[in-house]
């Protein structure tokens, strides 16, 4: 399994130059105030990860990874593996970053704040996989994309029609409650969401034809 992280770390690194000049705009932007640098950081990781799965079904990579000893099951937890490993190291360089820009524009550090927003952001890279990696595995990586992106504007239609007629203050006010808790909260649900999203991707593949 070692070696199919390692794979998909290679993948990685073959697009690493695009998402690296995209990194540097988006910094220049947060030296201005106009971005928040703990945003962009997390969510290139997710881009740089699913091109793995862009590669893998155009050279056919899962017909061969299948017949390897543990292949379906192996295929399936090193990509989540990996996914968490980026994520974090990805993580911990965005505190840094911003860490260093809010010390260089104000002289001082404000952890709290860049600490929150950048977990916000990661839950968000955690519920992107937990969404996407299924579906991926069903019905590949272009088909995966397209439907992932009816399903997130089709939830957010939903959201924004029940809104018109539902108070959602109460919701609100239960979010803002978690704000309390969320060092404790966001590490437990993106355990629960990436563990129930394994599930149905190992499901999924184990009965696949490549």
């Known amino acids: 399994m070692l070696g199919l992280i390692k794979k998909d770390f290679l993948l990685i690194k073959a697009n690493l130059k695009s998402m690296v000049i995209i990194f540097i705009v988006y910094l220049m932007l947060a030296f ?3 971005f928040d640098i703990t945003f962009i950081v997390p969510l290139i990781g997710i881009m ?3 091109s793995t799965f862009s590669y893998d079904d155009f050279n056919n990579w899962n017909s061969y990874a299948v017949t390897l000893p543990d292949g379906r099951k192996n295929v399936v937890k090193a990509k989540y593996i990996a996914s968490i490993i980026l994520t974090v190291i990805l993580g911990v360089a965005t505190l840094a970053i911003g860490v260093g820009i809010s010390y260089i524009k104000t002289n001082g550090i404000n952890l ?8 916000g952001t990661m839950l968000s ?3 992107i996989i937990s969404l996407l990696y299924p579906i991926i595995f069903k019905f590949g990586a ?3 994309r397209i439907i992932l992106f009816a399903v997130v504007f089709g939830v957010i239609g939903i959201v924004t029609l029940i809104a018109q ?18 060092f404790i909260a966001i590490p437990v649900i993106s355990v629960i969401l990436l563990g129930i999203s394994y599930l149905i991707s190992n499901r999924i593949y184990q009965h696949k034809e490549f």
Do not use: Y
Not at 112 to 119: F, V
Not at 165 to 182: K, Y
């Open 48 to 50: 740089l990860f699913i």
């Open 112 to 119: 709290d704040e860049t600490i929150a927003s950048l977990m």
């Open 125 to 127: 890279s955690v519920i």
């Open 142 to 144: 272009t088909n995966g």
């Open 165 to 182: 007629f539902v108070d959602m203050t109460s919701i609100v006010n239960a979010i803002s409650r978690l704000d309390n808790c969320s």
């Open 32 to 34: 201005q105030g106009t």
